[in-house]
């Protein structure tokens, strides 16, 4: 273990000038690890510094307030404001270095990590996480800084770089959406081949799973709109794991590690400082049904005149999958390939495990009379209600409507706009600083 010590600071070492500058720099007194539990601490590693970006990018959403008064107003202020051109040099950055160093991890242990361990199960269990944690990383990295996915453009529209490999001479360039899309698809097919657990223990449950692939899968090709693979993925996924908390018999959050519903627990998705500095807006508390939805109670809590989160602010919430995220995408599957009254029995079925039990005839009487759109835009305020402050709002927003949002502060608003270029973000000033080819 003191080798691995010597290995990680080295790599440390080696990513202190930028992610964009690595392989350009040799580092000094590098020890590399040889068997399968030091290469297991070599990915931890990589799971370990797996950035949080998801709790920030909610500040860019409908679903918080900037509170002025609090420590971190200064942090969040121009997140808020959607000001990302020369933004305050206090402004709490968004990742992009961190993805990449994560990915470094992870491409040491499939590059030597193939030769170098003894072939068994555990081996492959470990190969299939690398190659699992590689793809979730490039997937966020590119819906973060790409372009949503379109079929007819992603081609042509300027993603992200990809890092396959590790090579002192590998010059870091933006590929297309398409491009990034198709290697976290080949990547999420090799580590299928590979992963052999089911399901890991709470403590453990960072790591990727046969069931968490079959998640990750469903969400890429839910954003990429291929729903029949999304409904083939999350059908396989849901067979490994399809436990909901029912509200009514267990009035618990659904969203932490310990919970049945949880599927991986990696990422802090509402971390502290977003929570003590934010308040829930309006907009989110009036999709709620106060008195007949279960979650709501649970969800927040008064504040005065205002409501705080409950569901997140501590490490118990980490939460990157869970089932409650799949049998909402399935029904968007199943109502996106026309299976209308499918969808509506598999929404009203999840429905079932978070309304009051006698409101159940109501909602089953509204939701049988929509009409295809009327259910796609009550299953996408439903998917808001289940998931809020779960770091899916920003991204679900992207892939949506990308609708206009008014933000105010300081008695002053700022605004949106449908369709804005600000639901892309910028890639970072340093990375550009260092990396021309941005």
């Known amino acids: 273990m003191k080798q691995i010590h010597i290995y990680t600071l080295a790599i440390l070492t080696f990513f202190m000038v930028s992610c964009d500058d690595y392989l350009e720099i040799q580092p000094e007194g590098k020890v590399i690890p040889e068997s399968l539990e030091e290469f297991r601490a070599v990915l931890t590693k990589g799971y370990d510094i797996f950035p949080e970006q998801k709790s920030r990018v909610a500040y860019r959403t409908d679903e918080l307030v900037l509170d002025e008064n609090s420590f971190d107003f200064p942090s969040y202020k121009d997140v808020y404001t959607w000001k990302d051109a020369n933004p305050d040099p206090q402004t709490a950055p968004y990742p992009y270095i961190q993805m990449y160093n994560s990915i470094f991890y992870a491409n040491h242990v499939i590059e030597d990590g193939k030769d170098k361990i003894e072939d068994s199960e555990e081996k492959n269990q470990l190969l299939g996480e690398a190659y699992a944690l590689r793809a979730y990383a490039h997937f966020d990295l590119v819906n973060l800084y790409g372009k949503p996915y379109n079929a007819t453009t992603a081609s042509s529209d300027t993603g992200v770089p990809l890092a396959l490999e590790i090579d002192l001479e590998q010059v870091f360039t933006p590929v297309s959406v398409q491009a990034v899309y198709s290697q976290?698809?080949?990547?999420?097919?090799?580590?299928?081949?590979?992963?052999?657990?089911?399901?890991?223990?709470?403590?453990?449950?960072?790591?990727?799973?046969?069931?968490?692939?079959?998640?990750?899968?469903?969400?890429?090709?839910?954003?990429?709109?291929?729903?029949?693979?999304?409904?083939?993925?999350?059908?396989?996924?849901?067979?490994?794991?399809?436990?909901?908390?029912?509200?009514?018999?267990?009035?618990?959050?659904?969203?932490?590690?310990?919970?049945?519903?949880?599927?991986?627990?990696?990422?802090?998705?509402?971390?502290?400082?977003?929570?003590?500095?934010?308040?829930?807006?309006?907009?989110?508390?009036?999709?709620?049904?106060?008195?007949?939805?279960?979650?709501?109670?649970?969800?927040?809590?008064?504040?005065?005149?205002?409501?705080?989160?409950?569901?997140?602010?501590?490490?118990?919430?980490?939460?990157?999958?869970?089932?409650?995220?799949?049998?909402?995408?399935?029904?968007?599957?199943?109502?996106?390939?026309?299976?209308?009254?499918?969808?509506?029995?598999?929404?009203?079925?999840?429905?079932?495990?978070?309304?009051?039990?006698?409101?159940?005839?109501?909602?089953?009487?509204?939701?049988?009379?929509?009409?295809?759109?009327?259910?796609?835009?009550?299953?996408?305020?439903?998917?808001?209600?289940?998931?809020?402050?779960?770091?899916?709002?920003?991204?679900?927003?992207?892939?949506?409507?990308?609708?206009?949002?008014?933000?105010?502060?300081?008695?002053?608003?700022?605004?949106?706009?449908?369709?804005?270029?600000?639901?892309?973000?910028?890639?970072?000033?340093?990375?550009?600083?260092?990396?021309?080819?941005?």
């Not at 908390?245 to 502290?272: G, H, K, Q, R, W």
């Not at 995220?325 to 079932?352: H, I, P, R, S």
């Not at 002053?412 to 941005?438: K, M, V």
């Open 184 to 438: 976290v698809l080949k990547d999420i097919a090799t580590s299928k081949s590979l992963l052999n657990v089911t399901k890991f223990d709470a403590g453990l449950n960072y790591r990727f799973t046969k069931t968490a692939i079959l998640a990750l899968e469903t969400r890429v090709h839910t954003y990429m709109n291929n729903s029949d693979a999304a409904l083939t993925a999350v059908n396989a996924a849901l067979s490994l794991n399809k436990e909901l908390v029912n509200l009514n018999d267990t009035p618990e959050l659904p969203n932490t590690f310990t919970s049945v519903e949880s599927i991986m627990a990696l990422e802090d998705v509402f971390d502290s400082s977003v929570r003590n500095s934010s308040f829930i807006s309006d907009d989110l508390v009036a999709i709620y049904d106060t008195t007949n939805d279960l979650r709501f109670g649970l969800y927040f809590n008064v504040d005065g005149s205002s409501y705080k989160a409950a569901k997140g602010g501590d490490q118990k919430f980490k939460c990157s999958f869970r089932v409650s995220d799949l049998v909402l995408l399935k029904a968007e599957a199943q109502a996106k390939l026309g299976a209308l009254d499918e969808a509506k029995a598999t929404l009203l079925a999840f429905m079932q495990n978070r309304y009051q039990s006698a409101h159940m005839t109501s909602l089953t009487t509204g939701i049988n009379a929509m009409s295809a759109n009327e259910f796609m835009q009550e299953l996408y305020t439903e998917r808001w209600r289940e998931l809020a402050l779960e770091g899916h709002r920003w991204f679900d927003l992207r892939r949506s409507n990308q609708k206009a949002i008014t933000h105010s502060l300081s008695g002053e608003d700022f605004q949106l706009s449908e369709n804005d270029p600000r639901y892309i973000l910028p890639f970072p000033a340093d990375a550009r600083l260092n990396n021309p080819e941005l």
